[in-house]
């Protein structure tokens, strides 16, 4: 498996991560016949882990996706794997700005999480332009 392919399965972990401690620091308060619970999530700590949660699950597809495309296309997978691992440590960044409430911090992380996204997608088309 090649570095961007695991860190495919780092993203997936990251958001599961992200809401897994709550849970289980919250564990007196968390009912997991009601795992969506509004109530449980009142906690200001809470909400914006769940929120870094949700964001993860919608930031997901969009990197799985590039990633494959990028190593399916042949993009210069050097290049795919250090995006791919950029793009990791820009999500565990982000989840900490996140659960810290720093939103505009957060906000620039996100943006350039993005842009590395769109980069790692469009890297089969402009391969021929690259002096790799």
Not at 9 to 38: C, E, H, Q, S
Not at 71 to 84: D, K, S, T, W, Y
Not at 93 to 120: E, M, Q
Request: proline letters at 7%; hydrophobic letters at 55%.
């Amino acid at each position: 498996m090649t570095a961007a392919e695991w860190c495919i399965f780092g993203t997936l972990m990251l958001y599961l991560l992200t809401i897994v401690p709550i849970k289980w620091i919250g564990a007196r308060r968390f009912d997991n016949a009601r795992p969506r619970d509004p109530g449980f999530y009142e906690d200001p700590v809470a909400a914006r882990a769940l929120g870094a949660h949700q964001n993860g699950i919608e930031a997901f597809p969009f990197f799985a996706v590039a990633v494959l495309l990028a190593e399916f296309r042949g993009g210069p997978q050097r290049l795919v794997n250090e995006l791919a691992v950029l793009f990791l440590i820009v999500r565990i960044a982000y989840v900490f700005t996140y659960i810290g409430d720093r939103p505009t911090l957060r906000s620039i992380l996100w943006g350039l999480g993005f842009l590395i996204n769109i980069a790692i997608f469009f890297l089969p088309a402009i391969r021929s332009h690259l002096p790799i």
